[in-house]
């Protein structure tokens, strides 16, 4: 059996022994009252706690700003005040952002239920008759208290959680634009270089196509001056019979155009390279054009024919009818220049054991959009590595010779002209890149 005044000093003991759950937050009370001897009285109480920050409000007009400024985690309050109305009071407490949700206490010393309940319907959290008793009125101090900071540690825990989102949001924005930049640098250097050298070629290669012209029609006038020599000296001189003989004149007369023509040929093949190269290296314009997604792939192809030719892959195209299709043709070529070197690099691991082939195939989608395909038979990629594939600097070579944005940059190109891009592979029997593009934007 607990005696009575055991029980009494175990409740009192529980009060002071409970830090744990209490008193480790902090406690400030504002009491609002214009009767500065329960203000007295009040402080008195808790004077004793020195865990209870304690301030006195006896003007209810200043209460507000007091309350902003002091950010009490618990108002006691009157409720009969001959300024204000202590409803009124607890209205506009309930009004501000900054002391709205502060746990209010009415203290007053009207017990009729309509009263209380009309506080309790304005936003009063509790209801004391003054002046209460000390233990009770710590008690329940400290248990609004704690509810309170609760639910600041609470929204402070949400606040926090959002901040982290946004953080990770803004990290996240900053690599794909770091991304986006290096890309662009590279891409705008290599075009600017594949523009620099094509312009280097074109003037070179005008001088020959231009004067080929003059040198065909003035070999054919040689030729008809020496057949009109030949007509009529049929005689010839020693000198010009052992030069006759030394050289081969029948066949060079017949020789001769063929190989002009050949040369023709050649530069008009120069032409076709630099038309390549200028047309891959159309540094972006802002507008969409129309373009031929064939001649892009081809010019692709061409910048990189050395190491095509080098590891000797065989280059397989089966190309559909396609139409021309809306879109920035120089980012489709940087897509399809990333695709291809990805399927050379990756080839340049099995060329020692087998052929080595790209199949690049085309074809026209519910008639409003294109496919195209690019299949290695290299390696192919780890089911790992598939989920990492066109993460941002993701990339299995060595330092220096991979950064791991080729396939992010290809799939925001292809999400901007709103189609897709899908990777399958297998390993060791190859890989695929499956682009669709819409026909039209
Ligand atoms: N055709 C492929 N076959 C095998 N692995 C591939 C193929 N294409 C891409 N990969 C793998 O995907 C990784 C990422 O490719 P991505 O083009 O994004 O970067 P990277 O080629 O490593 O570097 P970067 O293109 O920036 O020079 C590569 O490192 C490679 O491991
Ligand atoms: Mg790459």
């Known amino acids: 059996m607990v005696s009575a005044s055991e029980r009494f000093s175990s409740t009192e003991s529980a009060l002071r022994d409970t830090p744990s759950a209490f008193s480790e937050y902090p406690v400030t009370v504002l009491l609002v009252d214009d009767q500065s001897v329960v203000g007295e009285s009040v402080r008195q109480m808790l004077e004793d706690d020195d865990k209870i920050d304690f301030h006195y409000c006896h003007d ?28 009124e009071l607890l209205r506009l407490f309930r009004a501000n952002p900054n002391t709205c949700e502060i746990p209010l206490i009415m203290l007053s010393a009207r017990d009729e239920p309509e009263i209380k309940a009309a506080a309790f319907a304005i936003g009063a959290n ?50 794909t634009t770091q991304a986006q930049l290096i890309q662009t640098e590279k891409l705008s250097g290599l075009g600017q270089m594949v523009a620099g050298v094509a312009h280097e070629i074109n003037n070179p290669i005008n001088f020959v196509v231009g004067n080929l012209k003059y040198v065909t029609g003035y070999v054919q006038e040689l030729i008809e001056l020496v057949q009109i020599y030949q007509e009529d000296y049929p005689e010839h001189t020693p000198r010009v019979q052992n030069h006759l003989d030394a050289m081969d004149l029948e066949f060079l007369v017949e020789d001769l155009p063929k190989t002009l023509n050949s040369m023709a040929v050649g530069t008009d093949r120069l032409n076709d390279i630099v038309l390549a190269l200028r047309n891959f290296s159309r540094l972006d314009q802002a507008e969409t054009q129309t373009a031929d997604v064939h001649a892009g792939i081809d010019s692709t192809l061409l910048l990189l024919n050395h190491r095509i030719k080098k590891q000797g892959v065989e280059i397989i195209k089966q190309y559909g009818d396609l139409p021309q299709i809306e879109c920035y043709p120089a980012q489709l070529n940087q897509v399809f220049m990333n695709i291809l070197s990805n399927a050379i690099d990756a080839l340049a691991e099995v060329m020692e054991t087998q ?31 598939m989920e990492k594939l066109f993460d941002s600097f993701f990339t299995t070579k060595p330092v220096g010779k991979g950064t791991g944005l080729g396939l992010s940059i290809a799939q925001q190109i292809i999400e901007r002209h709103n189609g897709t891009i899908e990777a399958f592979s297998e390993k060791e029997k190859g890989t695929k890149f499956v682009i669709c593009l819409p026909i039209e934007q």
């Open 355 to 385: 052929k080595q082939h790209i199949t690049i195939a085309s074809q026209l989608k519910k008639s409003r959009w294109v496919e195209i395909s690019i299949q290695d038979n290299g390696p192919g990629i780890s089911a790992e590595n």
């Open 60 to 87: 209810p007009a200043r209460a507000v700003p007091m309350a902003e400024a002091i950010a009490p985690t618990v108002i006691l309050q009157d409720l009969v005040m001959p300024q204000i109305d202590g409803l």
């Open 126 to 175: 509790d209801y004391l008759i003054k002046l209460p008793d000390r233990i009770e009125l710590v008690a329940r101090i400290r248990y609004h208290s704690r509810a309170y900071n609760n639910l600041q540690a609470r929204s402070d825990a949400v606040i926090a959680q959002t901040y982290a989102q946004q953080l990770e949001q803004t990290l996240q924005q900053l690599q």
